[in-house]
Structure formats: structure tokens, C-alpha cells
């Protein structure tokens, strides 16, 4: 691994271009999980858009408390801070733009054609490369603050897979046969998810389903989901505004799964 392709902070500012995600950024070897350190310099007050960034997490947090396994230097992981003066009820659009601009960055950095799994992994040839971790404080009906983490696997190769995720998984790497530069990929995610941020803090979301549809892996497909206390097998049709999926069951009804009950989505063969 040469010295270049280690995440320094310094590097990732380096032609960065964005005014507001990633103007200050803290680059650790290692630590618990970026969200952790974030949440904690969040609540400090740490001004907004500041990264955390690591190159090893010794618990790393995935959705519904997983694991997220990474090892070390090979993945990007980061938390960014984020303050957006919306509602409560419009945080989940930072969600769906997080995974927007990362499938976009991975498509313009690799030419792979990443896609969105509702609700918000990123895709490519059907197995994962990317998780998204948005942890949020309120104040009132008010956002206070939005740690939003992102993983994405980027040069591991299949030898080296965590066994627990080998299957479902994949990285960059392996899918293109050659590396990539994880700053390049780190900074292109930044610009992305800032072109769609600050338009979410004007309150301007018109486009943002449409785009998160136009990428999605998961509309318009036979679907089975499982909740804690039940399965839901139907057809895949739309989100709403807040990101909940809407699915067409057997009988005909349309069932509206909220993203933080689904505990697995499988896309089944249509
Ligand atoms: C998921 O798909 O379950 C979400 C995974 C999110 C992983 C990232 S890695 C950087 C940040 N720190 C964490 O502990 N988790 C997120």
C-alpha cells in the first residue's frame, strides 16, 4: 500500500472544491466507528460538515445494530456532520440523497453501474459495495444535527472478504480487476452529496425521488421482505417522501414499509 493511497486529511482536502462538506477533515488510523466520534463531536458543536475519517474501526456500526466489517485500508469509512435547519419529517431525504451521490460518484469514478437497493445500499452486479448509517439528533420537531456514515467497500480482494458478507458482498476492486484511489472516490461522493445537501437546505426536494428512482435496483421488481414479525412478499412499486417503500402484496392492497422496519430486502427473479 503506498504512503499516497493512505487517507490523510491533508489529501482529501487537496482539489476537494466543495464549500461546506469536508472543510475540515479528521483523518484517524483508528477508532471505534467515525459515527461514534462524530456523534460525540456533534454533540460538542462541532461546526457542520466536518468529516471523520478512518482507516480501521474496531466497531464499526452497520443498520438494525450490525456489524459493519472492514479491514483495515482497504475501505472508505466516514462520517460527515451535518445541520441542516429542515424538520423532522424531511431528514429522510439526506438519506436518499447520500445514496444518490454515492452511486453517481462510483459511476463516475469507475464506469460501474452501481444502483440503489432500497433503502439505501449501493449496488453493483446485484451485490454490495456501499452502506449508509444516518444517526440524527432532534430538538423538538427540529433537526439538530445528522451524523451521516458511509461505508463503501473499495480495494479488498475476494480472498480477504470477511466470511459473513462474502456472499452478499463485493468491492470495487474485485468488480473492476484493478484498484482505485479512495481519495479520488471520497472527494467525488463529497460533491455529489453537496450539489443535492444545499439543495435540501433551500427546502428544494422536488427532484430527489425521481433521481433516487432513476437508480433504483429495487422498483418495478418482485420483492420479499422481512420485518420483525413478519414476511411481506409483492411487486415493488414507488417510495413516498419519506422513503418508505410501497408494495403491491398478493390480495391486491398496497402496504407501506417504513426503511427502518425492513430488517432484509431480497430482489427475487422476476
Ligand atoms: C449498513 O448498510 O448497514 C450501513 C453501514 C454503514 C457503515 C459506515 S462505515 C462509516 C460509518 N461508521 C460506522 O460505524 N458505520 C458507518
Not at 173 to 191: D, F, K, M, P, T
Not at 244 to 253: D, F, I, K, P, Y
Request: proline share 3%.
Amino acid at each position: 500500500m503506498s504512503k499516497l493511497d493512505l487517507m490523510l486529511s491533508d489529501e482529501i482536502k487537496a482539489g476537494l472544491g466543495t464549500r461546506i462538506l469536508g472543510r475540515e477533515v479528521i483523518s484517524y488510523a483508528q477508532i471505534s466507528s467515525t459515527n461514534n466520534v462524530a456523534l460525540e463531536l456533534a454533540a460538542g458543536g462541532t461546526q457542520e460538515g466536518t468529516l471523520v475519517t478512518a482507516e480501521y474501526q474496531t466497531f464499526g456500526r452497520g443498520r438494525r445494530k450490525r456489524k459493519w466489517l472492514s479491514p483495515a485500508r482497504t475501505s472508505i469509512l466516514a462520517s460527515l456532520i451535518l445541520r441542516p435547519s429542515i424538520m423532522l419529517h424531511e431528514a429522510q431525504s439526506i438519506v436518499l440523497i447520500s445514496a444518490v451521490a454515492v452511486a453517481h460518484a462510483i459511476r463516475n469514478v469507475t464506469q460501474l453501474p452501481a444502483l440503489i437497493k432500497w433503502p439505501n445500499d449501493v449496488m453493483v452486479n446485484d451485490r454490495k459495495v456501499s452502506g449508509i448509517l444516518a444517526e440524527m439528533r432532534t430538538e423538538g420537531s427540529m433537526v439538530k444535527f445528522i451524523v451521516l456514515g458511509i461505508g463503501v467497500t473499495v480495494n479488498l480482494p475476494r480472498s480477504r472478504f470477511p466470511k459473513e458478507i462474502m456472499d452478499v458482498a463485493t468491492s470495487l476492486s474485485h468488480e473492476l480487476g484493478h484498484g482505485v484511489s479512495r481519495i479520488a472516490l471520497l472527494q467525488e461522493i463529497l460533491r455529489q452529496l453537496e450539489q443535492r445537501y444545499v439543495k435540501i437546505k433551500e427546502h428544494k426536494i422536488d427532484n430527489i425521488i425521481a433521481e433516487w428512482k432513476a437508480l433504483s435496483a429495487t422498483i418495478g421488481r418482485q420483492v420479499r421482505i422481512t420485518l420483525p414479525r413478519r414476511i411481506i412478499n409483492g411487486h415493488a412499486l414507488d417510495i413516498d417522501e419519506s422513503g418508505a417503500l410501497l408494495v403491491r402484496v398478493s390480495t391486491g392492497e398496497i402496504q407501506r414499509i417504513m426503511a427502518d422496519d425492513a430488517v432484509q430486502l431480497r430482489v427475487m427473479q422476476d
